[in-house]
């Protein structure tokens, strides 16, 4: 107030000396000045005496800011500043307006002084500053004598807000074990008062409440730790107080507090532990393989993750008999039977336990071994047991028609407890097919009651009881399938019938041919067949019979040298033998023909069956095959033979006479035109012939002599031609124009010699097969063959000639 008073005092010394007034701005309190700019602008207005005309004029005018305090508490409207123009001679002749924010209803102008004054108290938060606009006018006229200008009115700071947490209270976490300085968060408090002015809004953090475990940054608010190695599993939760004072911390700011709630977060720091060295458990031996016999568990201090423990047996003696798990909700070891316990073979079993944690954390591992471990000692309970079969499953055999009576197997069951009682067998009946057996209730021996049938029933499903004599509260079953056989009914017999051959060059020893054997008894699967020679022929010096073992046998020469002209085939008797009920036994014959060979071995020459023997064809497949090859020479023959004989095809040109036989060529003339094939002047004059006249239609070989020339009138001619005119004359399908009737008749002694082809001597090329005898054995057969036509043909020139 003291400076704002010097300050008008001077204003009012300045307006008071009627020079150009400037009006300066209080100076901000705490030291701050503020000095406003001065501005002087030219003002062209009416002379004050009347006279016509403007002149230039000095004024100053304020129009930079003015300053109100905030949170003016007096009773008097609070003095903001002074508004004065040089044309104001202090009579009262300039009016003074006032406009903007607040204009009348905040701020209110003396019209005569240009005093303005704050009507309220103001606040800075709510708005830092106003903009108003001012003018001086002539209060007769009310003509503006300067122009409307604008200036601010700036609200004054004040330290009246203090430091505000506005995200408080803060929560926040730390790893526990953290090195001092570690960063746990940040706060931030806000100060409303202006940061531009003064310290007011100038903030300082500090701790009330959590040292000496955490520390906090005086300026930025950032908390770290204070205290090494803070254990989660001593203290999990702090409460620590921050303070954010104004003014720089000094004395006098305003403070604000919040609370930041710390929580230390776990670390795998801990190792599990048991809470006792040795566990002893007690499992009855009747206990199933896969239930749980026991339970164990070791305690880690940490949580979460950290917790987890894994369980395993250390090898050793009895952790083979048993498996540990871990039970993920409570963390316990559960001890797992994986082999069925027997209390008469082993009555205890110690093993130990490891406990280690799932998941380590490297920083904590150098302090030891992150694990504890156990030992675990198991009580096998004796229970009272039912009897024990010592097979899971019986599988007997009996064969269809076996006498009553007959013991096909026995079971055995026994008390494997420690008084050892007998044990007694009964069958369980359910069907009324239960009673083809019977047992001996002591033994347990089973026989029949009945005979049985295996085309009626094949298997028998049965169940045998064994109960403990003094107690038969306590059985077991057993399961017995009883398959009924097939009796032996059929011998066994060659699979096919084998026919071989033998090399002449053939060496002793040598197997030569291979054979089996088929049954007709079912099934065939399982079926044994053994093959020997028959008693009678063990003498035999030529072959012998190898049986292979796996029903196959060998047929073994016994000598070399071997001799086809002396004894072309061989018959080897074999007997075979099955393992049937009762065994059968047949006798069975081997074919094993002589034939030549290679050095090699290769077959050179045989018999036609014997050539097909070594690729196991039978007798009627190559008798089959024979006259298939038959048929096709047949054919070949018959070809030829239809060739030859097309030749020869004559057309009977008269039914009557068998001089009108003409040989028909089948082929075509050309007409009248045609010279080319013969001459028909030929026919016409029986005079005009020609010697060595050729057929063109037929190669010819060698000439052939001149015929001696038939008289013209020939009557057998005349009398032919004759009797076609009649014919011709009194027929009535005969067309009914004048037409050249043509008779291909040259009669007995015709000068134009004969047309046919029988009298030709054209003689046709024929081929010679005599090659065929030098391609060697196998060749033989054809070429005799074609010999044979060959002759034929040669013979048949031969008479043809000689007609």
Same mark, same amino acid.
């Given at each position: 107030m003291l400076t704002r008073n010097c300050l008008l005092l001077f204003l009012w010394i300045l307006v008071d000396e009627g020079s150009v007034s400037y009006l300066r701005p209080p100076l901000p309190p705490l030291g701050r000045s503020r000095t406003g700019r001065e501005h002087t602008r030219s003002l062209v207005g009416p002379m004050r005496?009347?006279?016509?005309?403007?002149?230039?004029?000095?004024?100053?005018?304020?129009?930079?800011?003015?300053?109100?305090?905030?949170?003016?508490?007096?009773?008097?409207?609070?003095?903001?500043?002074?508004? @004065?123009?040089?044309?104001?001679?202090?009579?009262?002749?300039?009016?003074?307006?006032?406009?903007?924010?607040?204009?009348?209803?905040?701020?209110?102008?003396?019209?005569?002084?240009g005093d303005i004054h704050a009507l309220r108290s103001l606040d800075r938060e709510e708005k830092p500053y106003y903009t108003l606009r001012a003018q001086a006018v002539d209060i007769n006229t009310n003509r503006p004598l300067e122009p409307e200008s604008e200036f601010v009115i700036k609200v004054q700071d004040i330290n009246d807000n203090e430091p505000k947490f506005l995200e408080g209270p803060y929560t926040a976490s730390v790893p526990e074990m953290s090195p001092v300085g570690t960063y746990v968060t940040q706060v931030t408090a806000t100060d409303a008062d202006d940061p531009t002015y003064g310290n007011s809004a100038r903030v300082v953090y500090s701790i009330l409440h959590g040292q000496p475990y955490f520390s906090v940054d005086p300026k930025t608010?950032?908390?770290?730790?204070?205290?090494?190695?803070?254990?989660?599993?001593v203290k999990e939760q702090y409460q620590v107080l921050i303070q954010a004072k104004d003014m720089g911390g000094q004395l006098g700011g305003l403070a604000g507090t919040t609370t930041i709630n710390i929580t230390l977060s776990d670390v795998n720091d801990n190792p599990p532990r048991f809470s006792k060295s040795f566990f002893h458990l007690r499992v009855p031996e009747s206990s199933t393989v896969g239930s749980a016999v026991g339970r164990i568990k070791? @305690?880690?201090?940490? +949580?979460?993750?950290?917790?987890?423990?894994?369980?395993? +047996?250390?090898?050793?003696?009895?952790?083979?008999?048993?498996?540990?798990?871990?039970?993920? @909700?409570?963390?316990?070891? +559960?001890? +797992?039977?994986?082999?069925?316990?027997?209390?008469?073979?082993k009555k205890a079993y110690t093993f130990k336990v490891d406990a280690s944690n799932a998941h380590l954390d490297p920083r904590f591992q150098s302090s030891g071994a992150f694990k504890d471990t156990a030992t675990v000692k198991i009580n096998v309970l004796d229970v009272d047991e039912p009897p024990v079969f010592n097979?899971?499953?019986?599988?007997?055999?009996?064969?269809?028609?076996?006498?009553?009576?007959?013991?096909?197997?026995?079971?055995?069951?026994?008390?494997?407890?420690?008084?050892?009682?007998?044990?007694?067998?009964?069958?369980?009946?359910?069907?009324?097919?239960?009673?083809?057996?019977?047992?001996?209730?002591?033994?347990g021996t089973i026989s029949t009651n009945e005979l049985l049938d295996r085309e009626n029933i094949a298997q028998h499903n049965i169940s045998i009881v064994a109960t403990k004599l003094n107690s038969p509260v306590l059985t077991s079953r057993v399961a017995i399938t009883v398959q009924v056989l097939d009796i032996n009914e059929f011998p066994p017999e060659l699979a096919s019938p084998y026919e071989t051959f033998v090399c002449e060059n053939a060496k002793a020893g040598q197997v030569i041919q291979s054979f089996r054997a088929k049954d007709q008894d079912l099934p065939?699967?399982?079926?044994?067949?053994?093959?020997?020679?028959?008693?009678?022929?063990?003498?035999?010096?030529?072959?012998?019979?190898?049986?292979?073992?796996?029903?196959?046998?060998?047929?073994?020469?016994?000598?070399?040298?071997?001799?086809r002209r002396l004894q072309e085939i061989y018959f080897l008797p074999v007997v075979i033998e099955d393992n049937g009920y009762p065994p059968k036994s047949s006798t069975g014959t081997l074919t094993i023909r002589v034939c030549g060979c290679e050095s090699d071995g290769s077959l050179l020459t045989c018999s036609a069956e014997a050539i097909f023997l070594p690729v196991g064809l039978s007798t009627g497949a190559l008798i089959a095959i024979l006259l298939c090859i038959i048929i096709l020479l047949v054919i070949v023959v018959l070809y030829v033979g239809l060739r030859r004989q097309k030749k020869k095809e004559t057309l009977m040109s008269s039914k009557?006479?068998?001089?009108?036989?003409?040989?028909?060529?089948?082929?075509?003339?050309?007409?009248?035109?045609?010279? @080319?094939?013969?001459?028909?002047?030929?026919?016409?004059?029986?005079?005009v012939v020609k010697d060595n006249l050729y057929r063109r239609d037929v190669k010819p070989e060698m000439k052939r002599g001149t015929r001696p020339p038939v008289s013209q009138d020939s009557a057998d001619i005349r009398d032919f031609i004759n009797q076609r005119l009649k014919e011709h004359d009194t027929d009535n399908s005969a067309p009914p124009y004048d037409s050249l009737a043509t008779y291909a008749y040259e009669g007995d002694g015709s000068v134009a010699e004969s047309l046919s082809s029988i009298e030709s001597l054209a003689i046709d090329l024929e081929e010679d097969y005599d090659y065929l005898t030098d391609w060697g054995p196998r060749f033989k057969t054809l070429a005799g063959i074609f010999g044979e036509q060959s002759e034929t043909q040669s013979n048949s020139a031969t008479t043809e000639n000689a007609h």
């Open positions: 005496n009347g006279a016509a005309g403007f002149q230039r004029v000095k004024r100053g005018w304020v129009w930079n800011q003015f300053f109100v305090l905030e949170e003016y508490m007096g009773s008097d409207p609070q003095y903001v500043g002074k508004l @004065h123009t040089d044309l104001d001679k202090g009579d009262s002749a300039v009016k003074y307006t006032l406009s903007g924010e607040g204009a009348g209803s905040i701020f209110t102008i003396d019209q005569t002084t608010g950032v908390i770290k730790t204070a205290l090494p190695n803070m254990d989660r599993e070791a @305690h880690d201090l940490d +949580i979460g993750k950290n917790a987890e423990v894994e369980y395993t +047996i250390v090898p050793g003696d009895g952790g083979a008999m048993f498996d540990i798990t871990t039970n993920e @909700h409570n963390q316990e070891g +559960i001890i +797992i039977l994986r082999k069925p316990l027997d209390y008469e073979t097979k899971p499953s019986y599988v007997m055999d009996v064969y269809e028609d076996t006498p009553a009576g007959t013991i096909i197997g026995a079971v055995t069951a026994q008390d494997l407890d420690a008084s050892s009682s007998p044990v007694r067998y009964s069958i369980d009946w359910k069907t009324d097919l239960d009673s083809y057996f019977d047992i001996d209730p002591v033994e065939s699967a399982g079926q044994q067949f053994s093959f020997r020679s028959p008693k009678e022929d063990l003498k035999n010096r030529n072959f012998t019979i190898r049986d292979f073992g796996n029903n196959t046998a060998g047929i073994v020469t016994k000598r070399s040298g071997f001799r009557e006479d068998i001089r009108d036989n003409v040989i028909h060529y089948d082929d075509e003339g050309g007409g009248e035109e045609d010279t @080319h094939a013969f001459d028909m002047g030929t026919l016409r004059n029986p005079k």
